[in-house]
């Protein structure tokens, strides 16, 4: 900062000792040359900029006939005014410059792979702002970085399992633990087709994040879709005991979407419901048309409900309730979908009575 007019120091980035750790810098010396032929190419501008200020005030001075000690008094004058300017100009150039130092040596930082680093906000106004900019940017790359770190620890878990049963039942056959009958070749096929949903599970999710997901969007009734869907598990749902139910307001609710897209989302959605509603009770589906402008389709259940505070949590990567058996990513899955036909995805849960999930799709 400054003090008094005088330069106290270079900037310290937040929490950082200054100068920056050995191995980030490695143009530290060229970047240091730059800044010092910056300041002698502005030093020298200044000095011939005051040079002619005072030789136009000397010929203006003997134009008009003033000479001796007036001409004198005057030269030293415009030349006392230069002086002032030169160190004005001096100084802002260095609250100039001073804060974009500390940003490089910052980036230096950040490509070595530090991402805690911050800078100091201060200097003009589009330092302040570059500063700032560069604190936002490094802070989403630190998140970022957790990310991709929490996102490796996580596969990697939901992969061992599969893993680990199919290798601990190859051995057992190998070793003549199991026999090798048709159903334990039934149990390896299941256990491959769970490692087999969990990794395209995993690429759809990648590709949703990259913002590379191909929509093939075509007119669709989603009435006539939840129907179909709903077909797929009412085997399922009457094995457990619960009514499973479609509602709609009309008979045809027509959106420009991709059905195959569509389809996965209420998959994820009915097969969440229905595992966590006992029997007795009731899923239903319920398809609405808002005027002509969005249609929603709403999956209600009638099960144990989720604790407030989790309801915030359900679409996160890797979330998963209590006793739950998939791999958590069923609901993520599903809140990208949607967000990639333009529309929302929102949950609602109390404990003891059940919760709904509801999704919108805009008119294209």
């Keep these: 900062m400054r003090r008094r007019g005088r330069w106290a120091g270079p900037p310290q980035l937040h929490d950082k000792p200054w100068p920056p750790e ?15 032929r910056l300041a002698i190419a502005a030093l020298a501008l200044l000095a011939f900029g005051a040079f002619g200020i005072v030789a136009i005030a000397w010929t203006l001075a003997d134009r008009v006939g003033a000479g001796g000690w007036f001409a004198a008094v005057a030269v030293v004058g415009v030349l006392l005014v230069a002086i002032g300017a030169i160190s004005r100009g001096v100084r802002s150039l260095r609250r100039g410059v001073v804060p ?21 906000e201060h200097g003009p106004p589009p330092m302040r702002a570059l500063a700032r900019s560069f604190n936002a ?38 070793d003549g633990v199991y026999p090798r009958d048709d159903a334990q070749i039934a149990a390896l096929l299941e256990e491959a087709a769970v490692l087999s949903s969990l990794v395209e599970d995993l690429r759809t999710l990648a590709l ?16 006539g879709l939840a129907r179909t869907v709903a077909g797929v598990f009412a085997g399922e749902a009457a094995r457990r005991g619960v009514t499973l139910r479609v509602d709609a307001a009309a008979a045809e609710v027509e959106r420009d979407v991709d ?35 969005a249609a929603s389709v709403a999956v209600a259940d009638e099960g144990e409900g989720i604790a407030a505070e989790d309801v915030p949590r359900i679409f996160d990567r890797f979330y998963k309730g209590e006793g739950s058996r998939g791999s958590g990513l069923g ?32 008119s294209r």
């Design 259 to 293: 059905p195959l897209r569509i389809r996965q989302v209420l998959t994820n959605l009915l097969s969440n419901a229905i595992r966590h509603t006992p029997s007795g009770r009731a899923v239903t589906v319920t398809v609405s048309d808002r005027g002509g402008a």
């Design 137 to 174: 940017m490094t802070g989403r790359l630190q998140d970022a970085d957790r990310l991709r770190r929490e996102l490796m620890a996580d596969v990697a878990h939901e992969l061992r399992t599969p893993l680990s049963v199919l290798q601990g039942r190859l051995e057992g056959l190998a």
């Design 331 to 362: 609901l993520t899955i599903a809140k990208r979908l949607v967000a990639a036909h333009g529309g929302e995805i929102i949950a609602t849960s109390r404990p003891g009575q059940g919760t709904t999930v509801v999704f919108t799709l805009p």
């Design 22 to 36: 050995p191995g980030y810098g490695l143009d530290a010396r060229a970047r240091a040359w730059f800044f010092r």
């Design 208 to 223: 949703a994040d990259a913002g590379v997901l191909r929509l093939q969007p075509e007119l669709t009734d989603l009435v």
């Design 100 to 120: 974009l130092r500390s940003v490089m040596d910052a980036a230096d930082r950040v490509a070595g792979g530090d991402y805690d680093v911050r800078v100091v």
